[in-house]
């Protein structure tokens, strides 16, 4: 047997995964779902990168925190991350805001959804906790992160992104010194520090946060104590442990998992429609800015039992094509020309229909004579016949929500309007 002092910090870890959000900036996108469990890539869920991850990681003890409409969140863990055996010291638990603490409070803040769990983090048994948003899209080796927080002897040590200063303004910015120690944490500056001899460029919070269980245990339970604390992570505790204690910057880029094909460290927060659509979009180029299909490093997900997709019909202007394009299984393009576009499970795209820089989500059915360009389509969406969609802003705008980027966004209840209005 291994000797512990030798043991990977991944096996005496957990990854404590924050969920509970919606998401509000993807509009109705999280009317039925929470972001983190919102769709991405063909075949995923936005939560599956943070847990696989972690998983590959070679965590194995993780919990899921939920709470707005959880159900869609929930039964995508049970049906894809159900493999966890407890025999073997693994453990996925799910923690919907379920009053365990006070009749009257849900969870508070993201400080507080650990602190009503403690008595499940303190079962596992674990020295660290690797704390996770769930709603970003990103491959990060955590172990290496692990290692750089015992190595420090930091009391938190934080997951940062470096960005040009221009853009930091949108972030949590750490000013650190020469050794990476952080000396201040600013929410969304208009004069974010920069790097220490990088003047170009500023490190923002990812929010990722890894502690040594014993010291945020009582932490947070003085947090708890603190009727003036909002118990959130990045406005109480990480602020508190700045000005009080040692807190270390990693760099994304130096645990940032790659094939070699990913030119920079890729990490995409996909909160918003344009975001969400255009980081879908750039998985169709030639080199994608993200590998999907990275063997070493998988993303893992609830894999449906679906057949093949499937192409047919060849005639000039019926001809059923993928270019381009990513087509997952059960699709069938029956005399449609796909363009561009991400098609997820169950996508049946008809006759006479062209779908250019298109992303349709599980189970959409385009009709016939149906031409669509830069929209994002909800699932199980039924396309009448003869929409068009991306040519006519201001008929885009009336009917549906169109950004200021002219990206469309297509539900069925918008469709239903649509067709009471014009009878």
């Known amino acids: 047997m291994q000797p512990r002092s030798t043991q990977r910090l991944s096996s005496r870890a957990m990854a404590f995964v924050l969920a509970g959000g919606r998401g509000s900036r993807l509009k109705e996108l999280t009317d039925r779902r929470a972001k983190p ?7 995923t869920r936005i939560i599956d990168f943070a847990l696989s ?11 899921i925190a939920t709470q707005y409409k959880a159900h869609s969140l929930i039964r995508h863990m049970q049906r894809g991350w159900g493999f966890f055996r407890a025999e073997r010291n693994e453990y996925l638990d799910i923690l919907p805001a379920s009053q365990r603490v006070d009749e009257s409070k849900w969870y508070l803040g993201t400080a507080d959804a650990v602190t009503q769990n403690i008595d499940i ?27 750089q927080h015992v190595e420090t002897g930091a009391d938190v040590t934080i997951g940062c992104l470096t960005v040009p200063r221009a853009e930091a303004t949108a972030f949590g910015v750490m000013d650190v010194d020469a050794k990476g120690r952080i000396t201040a944490f600013l929410e969304k500056p208009k004069d974010p520090p920069a790097i220490p001899g990088d003047p170009g460029h500023s490190l923002a919070s990812m929010g990722i946060y890894v ?40 760099r994304f880029s130096e645990s940032c998992v790659t094939s070699g094909l990913e030119k920079e460290p890729y990490w995409r927060d996909v909160g918003t429609i344009d975001a969400f659509w255009q980081a879908n979009i750039d998985l169709t ?37 993928a270019v381009s394009s990513l087509v997952s299984g059960d699709c069938i393009v029956s005399g449609a020309e796909v363009k561009n576009s991400l098609l997820f499970t169950g996508v049946r795209a008809h006759s006479f229909s062209t779908l250019e ?14 031409e669509l360009s830069h929209a994002v389509v909800d699932r199980g969406v039924t396309i009448p016949e003869g ?37």
């Not at 469990?37 to 075949?43: L, N």
């Not at 990275?294 to 000039?316: C, L, Q, R, S």
């Not at 969609?389 to 539900?411: N, Q, Y």
């Open 121 to 147: 983090v303190d079962s596992y048994g674990v020295e660290f906790i690797v704390v996770l948003a769930g709603d970003h899209v990103y491959k990060m080796d955590y172990e290496i992160m692990l290692r």
């Open 211 to 250: 502690f040594d269980w014993a010291f945020l245990r009582a932490l947070l339970i003085r947090d708890a104590e603190d009727r003036n604390s909002s118990h959130d992570f990045g406005n109480d505790l990480i602020p508190d442990i700045v000005r009080n204690g040692k807190a270390m910057a990693h």
């Open 53 to 63: 991850n972690a998983l590959n990681s070679g965590i194995r003890k993780m919990a």
């Open 37 to 43: 469990a919102v769709y991405f890539g063909g075949k």
């Open 387 to 423: 929409l068009v969609v991306g040519a006519d802003p201001d008929e885009d705008a009336k009917w549906f929500r169109r950004t200021e980027a002219g990206i469309v966004l297509i539900t069925q209840d918008m469709l239903d309007r649509r067709a009471a209005a014009l009878g």
């Open 285 to 321: 180029d030639f080199i994608p800015k993200l590998d999907l299909y990275d063997n070493a490093w998988p993303i893992w997900t609830y894999a449906e039992i679906v057949p093949p997709a499937k192409f047919i019909h060849d005639e000039d202007g019926r001809r059923g094509s």
């Open 357 to 370: 820089y298109t992303v349709l989500l599980p189970y959409v059915t385009v009709g016939r004579r149906c």
